[in-house]
């Protein structure tokens, strides 16, 4: 396993899935994997020009993909539905979320958001037996 450190200061990089540039879904997935071992599948295809439109499409796969869970629980995604619609991703570690926002670099809030827009997804549990991705 690699250490939570790693992971702070990545910088941003729409479609980035390594320790050279992730986007949030991308952090979400190379977090996962090197803490807890946990595999979130890459399904979107987006570039610079509609990555914000599929943060929504991602939104409304995800029952498909994961386990809805109720609350804050290590290796579980965080999404973060936005005022304006778009939907932020970040990953639960020790009840703080890791996240990247655009044109920034990763981080480890203080605390994982709370309220009606907030939900959790493992993957990291079989859905109906076994993976949907699988």
Not at 39 to 66: G, M, N
Not at 124 to 129: I, L, N, P, V
Request: proline share 4%; hydrophobic share 40%; aromatic share 10%.
């Amino acid at each position: 396993m690699t250490s939570l450190e790693r992971f702070i200061g990545i910088p941003w990089k729409v479609g980035g899935r390594d320790f050279d540039g992730v986007d949030c879904w991308g952090l979400c997935m190379l977090a996962a994997c090197h803490l807890y071992g946990i595999t979130i599948p890459d399904l979107w295809s987006y570039d610079d020009t509609d990555y914000l439109q599929v943060t929504e499409q991602a939104l409304q796969d995800l029952p498909r993909l994961a386990v809805r869970v109720a609350g804050p629980v290590n290796g579980v995604v965080v999404a973060l539905q936005l005022s304006t619609g778009y939907v932020h991703y970040g990953l639960c570690v020790d009840g703080r979320m890791l996240h990247i926002s655009e044109d920034t670099k990763s981080r480890l809030s203080r605390r994982i958001p709370q309220g009606n827009r907030v939900t959790y997804w493992d993957f990291g549990r079989a859905k109906g037996g076994e993976r949907a991705w699988a």
